[in-house]
């Protein structure tokens, strides 16, 4: 049986269409060098000079899109919070049986994670640290609270207040961290029982403990 490898590479693309639109390009190599480095060494560990090396370009190209590595740090971190919307919260809430909706949440979330490791790497990361600035963190709030909003139980009202969407995506690594640490590869049955696990154990439990 053929075995993913942990944690491949970004898959964010690198925008080339002339001369006009170079500057484009220019971000999105620095992007994506910036987003695999900060992801795999860690903050303190990535340097300018690091991410200019591994894009391919000087550290003065780097500078004129950038203001600093704090700044290229929460660009990037923008991004893939943006990224993880659009792919993972987006068009959950057109799924109305709730059922359903957890596991296309639990299906978008295996995807990107399976497509954008280091960036789902990024996320869980920094999402916590002292170095993201004041616009990253509104944007990680506010996106978190979105999810909660889509994810919270219909029979248990006192679920509005608790964080369900990191506790089920705090669920989703701990599975991914523990199964690559044994196997190197995550089969699709071991993801299905685990959704169908937390559903029961969430989700069920708390529409018999509503009913008593």
Known sequence: MKKEKI?????????????????ISLRERILRSALKLF???????????????????????????????????????RRCIRN???RVIKDLDSERIQKKRFHLFWSKLTVYFKESSNEFIFIDRYANCPFLDAESEKLFYTIGQNLNQILQSENNSESKDLPIGAAMIGAFLGLVKFHFHKEQTL??????????????GFYQEEKRIALV
């Open 7 to 23: 944690f491949p590479g970004s898959n964010l693309a690198i925008v080339s269409r002339g001369a006009a639109n170079s500057f």
């Open 39 to 77: 992801s795999t060494r860690g903050y303190f560990e990535t340097h300018i000079p690091d991410i200019a090396t591994d894009s391919k370009l000087g550290v003065g190209s780097i500078y004129r899109n950038f203001r600093n590595k704090n700044d290229l740090f929460n660009e990037s971190f």
């Open 84 to 86: 993880f919307e659009d």
């Open 187 to 200: 089969e699709e049955n071991i993801l299905l029982g685990t959704a169908d696990a937390i559903w029961k």
